[in-house]
């Protein structure tokens, strides 16, 4: 069974992005949505909005990749942390991919 659809947040200001088209493909990716759009200390959230290009190291060629959620919450002390890339420089770098372009410069 497909599970797909838009999601029209409450709190359109606190989305990253285009608010008319945030697609979920899952009831996990909804739920996360909601979770993101209700809770307080999310004061910033995006789906599929960040691109991390990279280098595959099986063609050569570039690539991008999207991940799922990125978000930034507010702690108990007011201090702000994001949660972007939950250590996808490790991961990639692990995997084999390159994170640097032809100039040497991290595209991450």
Do not use: Q
């Amino acid at each position: 069974m497909t599970y797909k659809g838009l999601f029209k947040p409450k709190n359109p200001s606190k989305y990253k992005g285009n608010i008319n088209e945030i697609v979920y493909r899952s009831s996990w990716e909804k739920k996360m949505m909601i979770y993101c759009d209700t809770t307080k200390s999310v004061v910033e959230w995006g789906s599929e909005e960040l691109v991390i290009p990279y280098v595959s190291p099986w063609d050569g060629r570039y690539h991008r990749y999207f991940p799922d959620f990125y978000v930034k919450v507010k702690d108990r002390s007011g201090k702000l942390e994001n949660f972007e890339k939950p250590d996808i420089t490790a991961l990639i770098e692990k995997l084999g991919f390159s994170l640097t372009n032809d100039m040497g410069e991290t595209n991450v």
